[in-house]
Structure formats: structure tokens, C-alpha cells
């Protein structure tokens, strides 16, 4: 997605600065935590010590309840009295403990779904609407949605699934180290003397599945596109009765999803028990060394060798969570990865420092000597032409000319390999994007309308348009009528849901859109396209009421059209090879009039046949 | 007209609540197809039940054992036997979580690719209710919500269960008086569940529907980028997003509540019964006469009876998440086609391409009539041009004849056959259909055509290329037939597409053509190309068209001119300019534009 390929470090590095950003959370998170395994032992001690009284009240040999915090029962209490008193504790304990739990789960919660997911998918959706088009030509939108959705969890799970349970980890092997040296130290190294191999492991197995799992991610890609693909382009399928094929071709995808993954699952499935092997082959070490210590009379068995066992076992219970934690990591890791890939992409087109905002521009524009490519062949070369205010410039051309990357270059969708575009004298680089967008006013050969009511699709630029702008700007464009048929009229709700426009109407609230937002600058790309003859008789008038007083430039074919352009620049291969107006380029010859001439409008003799 | 749209989806809150049997069933039903592995997974999480208990018993017997009768040979095999057991431990464990994750992964590689064909099942008007983001957002997280419940939940709860019903047993020989006062927290986990079932069925269900949301609303920004940045809509759009991401984020809050509640009540109502057993069993003791010994033993073993609770619960709310998965997955596999193809419908032979309509009545609501009393015969190799305005029914015929939709009334016959009696893939098979946007899929320009015919040759590719004579068309992309496009086309002009789609249409041999606005977008230059393409397209074959052009119409052995969802004329041109109705003043109207531009003077 970008060229540079950021190493693990780097995106650890990154990881650990979002975390310290939620510092607060996570250090609350972490006290609670702390809270809730003190709660959890004084439960068992209080329970543990209930068992000693009502022993030492029915044993007469047995030892006295060693009470903790030099506190003693009253001599005249019974030891039913006592053991209730103890029962009460746990009970008081237990609850105290539920709330907490409660206030830590919730706390984790709050962290990590309500602020950083939240916070992340913003800070990724900002970024993809800024990003230039070259972007979004470039990637696929599955993959897109992947990174919104699935891979900002993986990035989640790094805070809480891995950097949290670190520390609790590291926190409590320490408790463990330290009490299981204070018993005997000799003995502690040698049972975690497999201690380095497994840390070793670890990153083995990190370096291993790390790849895996973003090969993973690709190939899920994949098997994502194809479905979004059969379900935007289903009526292409059922056309050409090519379910069975693409059924195929999914299923084919789906399977490489489930054969790659059986490489990450035997990983799993080798590393997850030896690490766990390793940590009860301690408990070996110790039955043969603290035997043998304790067979030789040098280390107490009761107090020694089986509070050691305990430890130990306690020990290996927590080093076993470092395959999750290990595992976790290297998924956080994959999806940080393109998560950060998407948030580091330059954004090609964008404001320069104290940029210029055109209030309301005049409308001149001049191409200097502009180029553009892709990146292969130019697809446009050496333009140049000047457009005085309100002037009206038609382009004319076959397929792939480059008539619409010429007018993307306004907007500044995109921005010219080479050569400049001036508004109003100023080169477009050193205006203010958003404010050069406001003055140009867009009507795309393909009209996208959203999920949202007609009236909303119409004030798309301008969300706090009144009804009557709406209505004014959809009489303009000729759809008044037919929006006032549809069952809901301007509320009528398109998209899902929603009903069906034909491509005529959908064009025609397209071109409302445009209007709406009185441009100075207005650019229609092959706008009547999509209309049939009768219609285009009706939107005529209100195409020319749209141009009237505005810049325009215009893809168009029709001659209707053509014939009223001020200029019109004929383009072929990425070069302007003709300028003139319509009468004078019908004079000449050359494409256009060759064009003309062979084109089919007229009746000709056919037509009396 | 007042009708309102149908809404895609089911509010969470209208819903029945969730049948967690019937889900759990079906879910698990998944997994019968890979009978090995799971049989194989039963066995190794029972054994391994067994040797996580044996593991704690056979390191004390090592240590009260030999060790502390200081015998060293003993303890020397003492420890090599309880290595010897890891290791098999271990290897077990292995298995164990193998055949888990690809249980899950079979399950759901299943679950997907009966989600996919059933999606195929669904006809047009399926897909114009509901947004792709949606349907994604179906294949993804709610099928990976499902994964967790097979990898994990029964076989965790096979073991954890195991363990509660083995302790209990114990429990009723030690002392059958505590063990009744320990049963009594049944009452309790059973009205917890249903509590709980309840609530975070919901909780859960709002959860995945927001979430489903989010997922739709970004699919569709990024199909409408273009649209966005060009009316500097970012802010407003993030906004919203935002909204929607933050209302998701309140959902997930509430789940986390729920779940923050109950799991910690479930801990907390298992110590408060070892309290209890605390009082009861020293009471007992102390003026019942029990032995201290019995109840010690009891109440270390209630603590092993209860230590499950925990498991258990986070492994009900993971279910829970993973049944409301299933839930929305099902109901999507449910959901049955508007209408299939009848049981005893047909293959057709190769189609001649005579063509009727008989008295068609269609509405794509109910109450939205497009289409009334449409009735005409195309012969075969005739080319019927339909004419009339925008929302006069004539793609609405087109969808017909292409069982995209069947007729409410009235019926369609192709070569005399019902075409209720056809099967629908057999009869498109034959039909060629080009529309003013048409899909092209990622990938090659080569394999875009070839979708017509995937069994073509490259070389047929390029043959069909050159009858239509648009080979140099093709070369002059950068890569030429190898020319990558993305999703929906993009990287090509929308006439380059047309290219494309008119070849792809060569490309399947058509018996009938269907050419709706086909040349609409296009420009002059290369819509001559298409223009002289036509001609060998609709050579010999029956052909409808959707066309603006004069010159196209003119063509046509019939015209059919619409209006309101009616045929108000028909004829050829020459006949229907004679009887200067309808069709007579659309074509007047055009002459007067035509003649003004052909005659700048």
C-alpha cells in the first residue's frame, strides 16, 4: 500500500505509544486487576482459616488458626459464633469482589471498545476521505473495509490481549520468583534453567507465523472481493448464467483461506504444548533435584518441596499464557501493520501551508503546458488553453482521450505530472482545497447517489439547504416532476431499503446536486448521456439555465450541445489536437469533422424506407 | 404509490428471543461434516480432562511417595514416569487444540460457501434491498463470531461440566446434607441464565446489527469517494461515521454491562454457598455430630465443584455472541428467494428467438404498477426497439424477458415456451445482454471477456476482439488485453467498458440480444465504433433495444413506443410516422434539434 515497510519495532514502538496515551485506563485497569487477586486470596485465607477454627474447636491437637493482622477472636465468642463471623467476611469479601470485577470489566471495556476503537476507526475514516483517488484505484475496497473493521481490533488487541496481560504476567511470576528464591535459590534457577529456551521459542514462533498471518489477511482479501464483487455485480452474473463458475471461484478462494490457515493451526498446534512442556518439565527438575535435596536432609519437605510444587505449578499456569500472549501479539502485529499503512499513506493531494481560500472565484482557468501520467504513458500531454470567465469549452474526443482526467485535474483530484492549472491566476496548489472544491460544481458520467432521502442526496454539498434551495435546484434540473411522484416525494428513501431510480432520474438529481451549490466554476461530464430523447428535449433549458453566468466545461457528443460551446478542444491520445468553435472545426478538416460526418444523427436516407 | 420500503433487516428489538437449542443444533450440524476431527476431538478433550487431574495426583505421589521415604531409585523413576506422562500430555494438548481450529475453520469455510451459493439463489430484487456492505459484513464477522462457538464453547464446557458433575458425585457420598445445601444454588444459576440469556441476546444482537451498520455505511463511502471529495462533503461524512462508530461503541458498552454483571454474580453466588457450607457443615459438626475430616474434605471438594462457574460463564456469553452470529447468518440462509425456478422448469434448446408477450401485468411493489397489459410478438432474427420516456416500463420488459423478475399477471414465451417452464440459467445462457453500466470484475481485460465463456481460448478472445473490430481499441490500454481493472471497471472510461462488455457479450453467442442504453454513455467517436459493431451483433439473432438514437430505431423491424406501462404504438418507423401520434412528435421534436445542428448556417 505505501513503499516504506514498517518493521516490527517500528510498529511496536507505535503500539506502545497509543498505549501510553490511554495511560490512565490502563494503569486502572491494572490496579483493579491487583485489587481483584487480593480480594480473591484474603477469600481463600478467610475461608481457609474458618476450616482451622472449627478444627481446633473439635481437634484438641490440632494447631490454632494463625489469625492474620495480629487480630484474635474474643475469648467468649464460640467457635460457631466465630466460624459465622468468618462465613460473614467471605461473604462481605465476595461481594466487594463482584463489584470490583464488575468496575474492572467494564473499565476494560470503556479503554479499549468505547475510546481507542472508537478513536481509531475515526481517526482511519478522516484519512480515507482525504486520500486522492489514486488510492482508491489502486486498493480494493474489501480490503479497505477489512482495515476499518477487522484489523482495528487487532490493533485493540494489542493494548488489552497483550500489553496488559504482560504486565499482570510479569508482574506475578515476580511474586513467584521472589518466594520461591526466599525458599531456595539453588533450586529456583535449576527449575528455570528451560526459562531462556522458551523465551527463545517465542520468537521463533513470532518470526514464523508473523508472515503467515498477514498472508492470511491477502487471501481473506481476496475471498472478501470476490463476494463483494458478485454482490455489486450480481445482475452480470445471472446475465451471462455464470453463478456455477463463480460459485466455484469463491469456494476456491474460501478453500485457500482454510488451507493457508492449516500451516498457522500445526504452528500453533506445536508451539502452544511444547512451551506448556517446558514449563511443567520444571516440576521434573524439581522432583529429581529437590528430591534428591530433600532425600539428603537439606531442604524441609512439607514446608520446602511441596510449597515449591505449589509455586511452581502456579508458575507454569502463567508462563503457559505466554503462547496466547505470543499469538496475540503476532496478530496485533499483522494488523497494525495495515492499519498504520492506511494512516501513513501521503495524502497526495493536499493544502499547502497558508493556501489561499477563493471565496468565489471568477471562473478563469488556464492549463499550463500540463502532463499527466499514472505512471505508464502519459495520458495527457502538453495542454495548454486559457478559458476567460463564464465561458463555456467543450472536449471532444474518442475513449480513453483523456477528457475526464482533464477535468479531474480542476477539482484537483488529481494533481498534473508536470505544468500547472491556474484559477483565477493562482495556481491551483496554492489554493485552499476544500474552498476550490465549493466553487466547482460536478456532475460524474456515472451518478452515485447514497443511502439517504432524495432531498438529502441533493444537498449533499450543502447539508443545511433549505426545502426550497432543494426544490429550486431539482426544478432547475428537470426532476421536480418526477421526484413528486415517488411515494414519499423528496423523503423518498433510495438505496437500501429504498426505492430504484433509472439511470435518466438518477442523472438528473446529479445534476441538481451540482446546482445547488451555485459554482462559479461547473463541470459535466457527458451529462445528457444517460437521457433519452424526450428528456433531454425537457433538461435542455435547464442545462443552459445551469451554465448561464458560470465557467463550464463539458464532455459532451451531442452536437445540441456542442454547438453552443464556446470553445470546444478536441483531444486525441492525451493531446489537444483541434480548438475552435463548432462551426469553424466543421469547416476544417480533421477528426471533428470527420467525427460529424459519419456520425449518426440525421434522418438520412434510411429513414423513408 | 404511499407504499413504504421494505426495510432489508429486522429491528434487533422485534425479534423472538433467541432459540438457543434450535441455533446451537444447527451450528453444530456444521461440524458433522467432518466426522474424523470431530470425533477425534471428543476423545482427546476427554482424555484430556483425565490428565490435567492425574498430572496434580502423580507429582504428590512422587513427593509423599519416594521422596519422603527417601528412597532415590524411586524418585528417580518416579520422575522419569511423570515425564513420560507430560509428554503424552502434551502431545495430546497438541491434537486438541489442532483438531479445535480446524473444526471452527471447516465450519465456517462451510458456513461461508453455503452463505455465497444461497446469496446467488436470491434474485434482483434481493440485492436492490439490501447494501453490499451488509452482506459482507455477513461473511465476516458475524460467521467469525460462530468460529469461537465451535473451536472452543462445548468442548470447554465438555470438560468443565465433566469436572462439575464428577465433584458432585464425590460431594453426595461425603455428606448428602451439604450436598443438598450446595444444590440449592441450582435455583439460583438457573434464574441467573435466564436473566442473562435474555439481556445479552439483546445486548448482543443490537451489538452485531450496529456493527453491521458501521460496516455498510463505509463500504458505501468508499464506492462514492468521487462524489464526497468533489463536493467537500469529508467532515459532514466523518461525522456521521462517527456516529455511527460511537453509537456501535454505546452497544458494545451495554453488552460489556451485562456481561460485567452477570459473570461476576455467577463468582460471587458460588462463595456465598461455600459460606454457607462453611456455617452449615461446622454447625454439623459441632452439634450434629459430623466428623471434621469429612466435612474439611467436603469443602475443599465444593471449592473444586464451583471453580468451573467461571469458565462456564464466560464460555455462556461467548456462546451467546456466537449463537447471535448464527442467528443472523441463518436468517440470512432462510431467507428464501422471492421465487425459484419451478421444480419441473427445463433446459431449453437452442433458442430461435421468437418472442411474446402475452397481456404482461408487473409491479416491482405490489402496489406500484409498471407494467399493464403489455402484449407483442418478435420473430425470430427481428429487432424490436423500445421507445418512450423514462419510467415508461421499457426496462422493465427487458427484466422480464431476462427472468431477472416474473410477471404478476400475463405471460412471457420464448419459442412458445412459458418462460416460468424455462430454467433460468439455461435461458440466459442464450441471451446477450449489454446495459448502459455494466460490472466488469477485477482483473484482466482477457478475463473480463472470457466471463462470458470461461472455457474460451485467449485466442477466441482476440477473435471476437477483431470481428467487432475493436482490437486496436484494446491494444492501445496500457497492458492491452492484460490491462488490470479494478472493481466495477474503474481504471477504464466508460466507453472503454462498453468495449469490453460488447465483446464479453460476442463472447457468449447469444440466441437473443438485449442492448439496454447500451451506447448511452458514450462517446461519438467510439459509439460509431459500437454502432458498426451492432451490426454483426444483431446479425441473425432477435434482438431488443433500448435506444435514443434515431439511427438505431429507425432500424428496427418494430417499434414499440411505452407510456405509463403501456404500448400506445407499434409498428416500424415509416408506419408509425404516418400516424403522426406519439412517436410521430418525439420524432419531430428530435428532427428540429437535429436539423438545427446539422444546419449551423
Known sequence: ?609 | MSQKPRTAEAEPGQLPPLEFLRLFRRVFSYTARYPGVRARLFVVVVLRAAQLSIVTWALAAVINGPITHGDWPGTLLGALGFLAFILFTQVTFGFRIYYALRLGEGAIRDLRRDTFAHLQQMTAGFFQQMKAGRLINRMTSDVEAIRAGVQDVLFICIVNGGQMVFTGIILAFTDWVLFLVALAIAPVLWWVNLKYRTLASDGQRRTSESFSRVTASLAESIDGIRVTQGFVRQEVNAAQFQGLVSDHSRNVIYNSRINATFLPLLEFSAQVFIALLLVVGSWRVLHGGASVGTIIQFLFMASVFFDPFRVLGTQYSLLVTSLVGAERVFRLLDRAPDWTDAPEATGIDKIRGHVEFRDVTFGYTPRQRVLNGVSFTAEPGQMVALVGHTGSGKSSIINLLTKAYLPDCGEVFIDGREIRSIRSDALRAQLGLVQQQNFLFSGTIMDNIRFARPEASDLEVIKATKALNFLDLIEALPNGFQTLVGEGGSGLSVGQRQVVCFTRALMARPRILILDEATSAIDTVTERRLQQALELLLAGRTSFVVAHRLSTIQRADQILVLAKGQIVERGTHAELLVRRGVYAGLHERFLTNTAAERDPA
Open chain 1, 1 to 609: 500500500m505505501t513503499p516504506a515497510a514498517l518493521s516490527d519495532g517500528a510498529i511496536i514502538r507505535r503500539l506502545l505509544g497509543i498505549a501510553w496515551h490511554y495511560r490512565w485506563g490502563c494503569l486502572k485497569v491494572l490496579l483493579l486487576q491487583l485489587v481483584l487477586l487480593g480480594l480473591g486470596v484474603a477469600v481463600v485465607v478467610l475461608t481457609g482459616l474458618g476450616i482451622d477454627a472449627l478444627r481446633s474447636a473439635v481437634q484438641p491437637g490440632a494447631p490454632a488458626p494463625r489469625w492474620p493482622l495480629g487480630w484474635q477472636p474474643p475469648g467468649g465468642w464460640s467457635p460457631m459464633g466465630v466460624i459465622s463471623l468468618l462465613a460473614l467476611g467471605v461473604f462481605l469479601l465476595s461481594l466487594l469482589r463482584a463489584g470490583v470485577d464488575y468496575t474492572y470489566r467494564l473499565s476494560v471495556d470503556r479503554l479499549v471498545q468505547a475510546r481507542l476503537v472508537v478513536h481509531l476507526r475515526g481517526d482511519i475514516y478522516e484519512k480515507l476521505q482525504r486520500l486522492a483517488f489514486r488510492f482508491f484505484d489502486a486498493n480494493a475496497s474489501s480490503t479497505i473495509i477489512n482495515r476499518v473493521t477487522g484489523d482495528v481490533q487487532g490493533v485493540r488487541m494489542f493494548l488489552d490481549q497483550v500489553l496488559l496481560q504482560t504486565v499482570m504476567l510479569v508482574f506475578s511470576v515476580g511474586i513467584y520468583l521472589a518466594y520461591m528464591f526466599s525458599l531456595h535459590v539453588p533450586l529456583t534457577l535449576a527449575c528455570l534453567a528451560s526459562t531462556p529456551l522458551m523465551a527463545y521459542l517465542a520468537i521463533r514462533f513470532s518470526r514464523q507465523v508473523q508472515p503467515a498471518y498477514q498472508e492470511n489477511r491477502r487471501r481473506v482479501d481476496a475471498m472478501v472481493q470476490c463476494l463483494s464483487e458478485n454482490v455489486k455485480g450480481v445482475e452480470v452474473v445471472k446475465a451471462f448464467a455464470r453463478e456455477g463458475d463463480e460459485r466455484a471461484r469463491f469456494e476456491a478462494l474460501n478453500n485457500d483461506v482454510f488451507d493457508q490457515k492449516e500451516g498457522i493451526f500445526r504452528s500453533i498446534a506445536r508451539f502452544t504444548p511444547t512451551i506448556s512442556f517446558l514449563s511443567q518439565l520444571n516440576l521434573v527438575v524439581l522432583l529429581l533435584y529437590g528430591g534428591w535435596l530433600v532425600i539428603e536432609g537439606r531442604f524441609p519437605l512439607g514446608a520446602g518441596l511441596v510449597a515449591f510444587a505449589a509455586l511452581l505449578q502456579q508458575f507454569a499456569t502463567q508462563i503457559s499464557n505466554l503462547s496466547t500472549i505470543t499469538n496475540s501479539l503476532q496478530e496485533s502485529l499483522s494488523s497494525a501493520r495495515r492499519v498504520f499503512e492506511v494512516l501513513d499513506t501521503p495524502v497526495a493531494v493536499q493544502n499547502r501551508p497558508g493556501a489561499l481560500a477563493l471565496a468565489r472565484a471568477r471562473g478563469e482557468v488556464r492549463f499550463e503546458e500540463v502532463w499527466f501520467d499514472h505512471g505508464v504513458d502519459p495520458v495527457l500531454r502538453d495542454i495548454s488553453f486559457t478559458v476567460r470567465p463564464g465561458q463555456r469549452i467543450a472536449i471532444f474526443g474518442p475513449t480513453g482521450s483523456g477528457k475526464s482526467l482533464l477535468m479531474s485535474l480542476i477539482p484537483r483530484f488529481y494533481d498534473p505530472t508536470a505544468g500547472r492549472v491556474l484559477l483565477d491566476g493562482h495556481d491551483l496548489r496554492e489554493l485552499d482545497l476544500d474552498a476550490l472544491r465549493r466553487n466547482v460544481g460536478m456532475v460524474f458520467q456515472e451518478s452515485f447517489l447514497f443511502s439517504a432521502s432524495v432531498a438529502a442526496n441533493i444537498a449533499f454539498g450543502h447539508p443545511e439547504a433549505t426545502r426550497e434551495q432543494v426544490e429550486r435546484a431539482a426544478r432547475a434540473a428537470a426532476a421536480h416532476d418526477f421526484i413528486s411522484a415517488l411515494p414519499d416525494g423528496y423523503d423518498t428513501l433510495l438505496g437500501e431499503g429504498g426505492v430504484g431510480l433509472s439511470g435518466g432520474q438518477r442523472q438528473r438529481l446529479a445534476i441538481a446536486r451540482a446546482i445547488l451549490l451555485e459554482p462559479s466554476l461547473l463541470l459535466l461530464d457527458d451529462p445528457t448521456a444517460a437521457l433519452d430523447a424526450g428528456t433531454e428535449h425537457e433538461i435542455a433549458e435547464a442545462l443552459e439555465s445551469a451554465m448561464r453566468g458560470r465557467t463550464t466545461f463539458l464532455v459532451a457528443h451531442r452536437v445540441s450541445l456542442l454547438r453552443r460551446a464556446d470553445l470546444i478542444l478536441v483531444l486525441d491520445e492525451g493531446r489537444i489536437v483541434q480548438t475552435g468553435t463548432h462551426e469553424a472545426l466543421c469547416r476544417q478538416p480533421g477528426p471533428y469533422a470527420e467525427a460529424m460526418q459519419t456520425s449518426h444523427w440525421a434522418p438520412s436516407a434510411e429513414v423513408a424506407r
